[in-house]
C-alpha cells in the first residue's frame, strides 16, 4: 500500500491531505497521479463513483502548475453545477498552502457578473459546466488558448446530457499541445468515441472493471403493480427505519410527486431537481449531508453533485432509460468501504430488463418480497425498544418532577408500565399496519397476456383510440402517448392492442374519468391527425379464438367522448350508451378528442 508522499507530491499538497484526514491514495489515485505527474501523454481513466476522483486528475495539476503565472492553465468540465461546485471546493482545499494558486468555479444559474470579475483577477484552474463555459468563451471573457489541461469529468454523463456540441466549442479554443484527462464511471461507445476523436494515443488507467458494479452494493428487486410502486418504497422505508438514501426518479414530476407524498405521510424526506433554483438546491443538499433529511427523492442529473459516504440504500422507483445509469445510481452507496444497498421496483413485465443490467454489472439482481405489515411491526417495535434502552438519562433536569412522576404511576406494575408506554408509541403504526395487504405482484404468467397484464381483469376499463397501424402506431408510443397527457401518478396500463385504423388498451378503471377529461382538454395529435379515447365495452370472456385479433365482430360501444361531457358534469361518470356502429367504423369522425389532467390524490398503501 503506498502513501501519497510515495506518489511524488510536493509538501505543500501532503500537509493539506493531512489536514482533510487524507491517509492513503485509492487505487484510482495510485495509478493516475503518477501518470499525469510523468507523462504528457492523454489520460483515459475509468473509476467508479466515489472513489476519489477528483483528488485523481486534481492532484497531479496542482503539482505542476505555476502559480506565478495568471492565466488558465487548466480547465476542468462537470456536467453539473453542484458537482462543479464540489471539484472547485476541493481543489482549494488541496492548494491552501501553495500561495498564489487561485480556483474559479463557474456555472449556470449564479451571477455572471460576479464570474467576470473573478477571472478578470486572474485564475490558474477554472472549474465549470459546459454552458457557462462556452458562455464565457464566446463573451472573450474566458481565454483558454495557453491551458495545459483539460481534463473531462463524469463524460458519460456529460454526453447524456447532450453536451456533445458544447465540448467541441470548448475543444475548438484549446491548444493542440494541451494534456486531456477523461475520467469516466461508465465507458458506453459514445464515451469512446470521445477518446477517439478529442484524444491522441491516451494512456488508459482502471479502478476495477469497466461498466461493473461495486462489490460493496447489494443488487435487489421488488416486483411491484404500478398503483404499488410508492407503498412499496414507504415498507421498505419502515422495515428500515435507519435508512439514509436516494430514491432516484426519471423526470422531474415524478421526483416532486414521490417527495410530496412522503412528506405528507410524515417521512424526512425533500426533493432534488432541476426545476429549483441554485439557493433552494444547495440548502437540499446542506441538510441532506447533515443528516436532516432521512430520505431525498432526485433526478439524475441533480444527485451528480452529492459526496455522501455513508448512504445505506438507493432506491430505483423506475429504471433508468439507459443501463449506464444504473451504475451510477448504485454507485451512491457502498462508498468508502461501507456496505450497501440498491434497489430496483419493477413491474411483472419490467424483469426482463434485469437481464442486460445484470450483464453490464457483472452481478445478479436478488429477488425480494415486499415486507408485511407483520414484519414491519415488529421491526420498528424492537427498534423503538432499542432507542429507549440508548437514551441518555437527564438525571439533573427531571429530578424535580420524579417523585410526583412517581405518584402518578403507582400501583402500575412494571409489566402494565411498559405496555402501556409501547401502546402508546407504537399503537397508531399497529393500526395502520393492521390487516395491511400483501403488494407483492405474484400472478403467475398464466394469468397475463402477451404484455404482461390479467386477462379479463374487471380493475381494468378498456378505451378506444382512433388511431392504428397505418398511422405508425406502435405500444410503446400508445404507452408513451398516454404518459404524455399526466392523468395521474403511476396510473396502471393494461393489454394494448394495435389494429389497422384504430386501437384499443386498458387502464385502472378508478381513473375512467381522469382519463377521459385528459384527452379532451390536452387535444393531443398524432402523426398530425386529432386523438379521440372513448370507453368501450369489454370482450366477452370464452368469445371464441381470439376473435378481435381475426376480424370478427366487435362490441366497441365507446362512451365518454366529448358529446357526453354535460352529463358527466351532472355525476353520471358512466357517460351515455351510444351505438357507433360495428368496429371497423371510425368513431373519431364524428367528434373531435380533447382531455384534461386531473390530480386525483388518493392516499393508499
Known amino acids: ?87 472547485g471546493d476541493q481543489i482549494q482545499k488541496f492548494s491552501k498552502n501553495i500561495k498564489g494558486l487561485k480556483t474559479v468555479t463557474v456555472y449556470g444559474g449564479a451571477s455572471i457578473e460576479d464570474q467576470f470579475r473573478k477571472l478578470k483577477k486572474g485564475a490558474q484552474i477554472v472549474v465549470g459546466t459546459p454552458g457557462r463555459t462556452v458562455d464565457l468563451i464566446s463573451r472573450r471573457k474566458l481565454k483558454l488558448e495557453n491551458i495545459q489541461w483539460l481534463v473531462l469529468d463524469e463524460a458519460d454523463e456529460m454526453l ?24 469516466s464511471a461508465t465507458f458506453p461507445k459514445e464515451v469512446e468515441a470521445i477518446a477517439r476523436n478529442y484524444m491522441y494515443n491516451p494512456a488508459e488507467v482502471e479502478a476495477g472493471t469497466k461498466n461493473t458494479g461495486s462489490d460493496n452494493v447489494s443488487n435487489e428487486y421488488y416486483v411491484v403493480t404500478e398503483r404499488n410502486r410508492y407503498a412499496a418504497i414507504k415498507r421498505i422505508a419502515d422495515i428500515n427505519p435507519d435508512i439514509y438514501g436516494i430514491i432516484f426518479c426519471r423526470t422531474r414530476r415524478e421526483c416532486q410527486e414521490v417527495s410530496e407524498k412522503l412528506i405528507a405521510d410524515g417521512y424526512n424526506a425533500d426533493s432534488l431537481h432541476g426545476d429549483l433554483s441554485q439557493a433552494q438546491r444547495d440548502s437540499v443538499m446542506q441538510k441532506f449531508r447533515n443528516k436532516n433529511i432521512q430520505m431525498l427523492v432526485a433526478t439524475d442529473v441533480a444527485a451528480r453533485g452529492l459526496d455522501v459516504n455513508n448512504l445505506t440504500h438507493v432506491i430505483n422507483h423506475k429504471l433508468p432509460d439507459q443501463n449506464e445509469a444504473y451504475t451510477h445510481r448504485s454507485g451512491r452507496t457502498g462508498r468508502a468501504g461501507n456496505k450497501g444497498v440498491s434497489i430496483v421496483l419493477v413491474t411483472s413485465r419490467e424483469v426482463g430488463k434485469l437481464r442486460p443490467i445484470e450483464r453490464k454489472i457483472k452481478k445478479k439482481f436478488i429477488k425480494k418480497d415486499i415486507p408485511s405489515g407483520e414484519e414491519i411491526c415488529k421491526v420498528q417495535l424492537f427498534k423503538l425498544v432499542e432507542k ?85 402506431l406502435t405500444p410503446p408510443r400508445l404507452m408513451g402517448l398516454i404518459n404524455d397527457q399526466n392523468i395521474t401518478n403511476n396510473v396502471e396500463i393494461g393489454q394494448i392492442e394495435i389494429l389497422d385504423t384504430f386501437s384499443f388498451f386498458e387502464l385502472d378503471k378508478n381513473f375512467e374519468t381522469e382519463t377521459i377529461d385528459a384527452f379532451l382538454n390536452n ?83
Open 1 to 87: 500500500m503506498s502513501t501519497f508522499s510515495e506518489l511524488g507530491l510536493r509538501e505543500e499538497i501532503l500537509s493539506a491531505l493531512a489536514d482533510m484526514g487524507y491517509e492513503t491514495p485509492s487505487e484510482i489515485q495510485q495509478k493516475a497521479i503518477p501518470q499525469v505527474i510523468n507523462s504528457t501523454d492523454d489520460l483515459k481513466a475509468f473509476a467508479q463513483t466515489g472513489t476519489g476522483k477528483t483528488a485523481a486528475f486534481s492532484l497531479p495539476i496542482i503539482q505542476q502548475i505555476d502559480p506565478e503565472n495568471n492565466n488558465v492553465q487548466a480547465i476542468i468540465l462537470s456536467p453539473t453545477r453542484e458537482l462543479a461546485v464540489q471539484i
Open 523 to 605: 387535444a393531443p395529435e398524432f402523426e398530425g391527425r386529432n386523438v379521440n379515447v372513448e370507453i368501450t365495452k369489454k370482450r366477452r370472456s370464452g368469445g371464441g379464438r381470439g376473435g378481435d385479433r381475426r376480424g370478427g365482430r366487435r362490441d366497441t360501444t365507446p362512451r365518454g367522448g366529448r358529446n357526453d361531457r354535460n352529463n358527466r358534469r351532472d355525476g353520471d361518470f358512466r357517460g351515455r350508451r351510444r351505438d357507433n356502429g360495428a368496429a371497423n367504423n371510425d368513431p373519431s369522425r364524428n367528434r373531435s378528442n380533447r382531455v384534461q389532467n386531473k390530480s386525483w390524490g388518493r392516499k393508499r398503501d
Open 388 to 472: 429507549v434502552k440508548e437514551t441518555e438519562i437527564n438525571a439533573d433536569g427531571i429530578s424535580g418532577y420524579l417523585d410526583n412522576i412517581y405518584e402518578q404511576f403507582e400501583g402500575l406494575s412494571r409489566e402494565e408500565l411498559i405496555q402501556k408506554f409501547i401502546s402508546m408509541e407504537f399503537n397508531s403504526f399497529l393500526e395502520y399496519y393492521e390487516n395491511a395487504a400483501d403488494i407483492n405482484d405474484t400472478r403467475s404468467p398464466r394469468e397475463r397476456d402477451d404484455r404482461g397484464k390479467r386477462r379479463n381483469d374487471e380493475n381494468m376499463t378498456r378505451f378506444f383510440i382512433n388511431i392504428g397501424r397505418k398511422d405508425n
Open 160 to 183: 447524456n446530457m447532450g453536451f456533445k456540441d458544447d465540448l467541441d466549442a470548448v475543444l475548438e479554443a484549446t491548444p493542440e499541445t494541451k494534456q486531456t484527462l477523461l475520467f
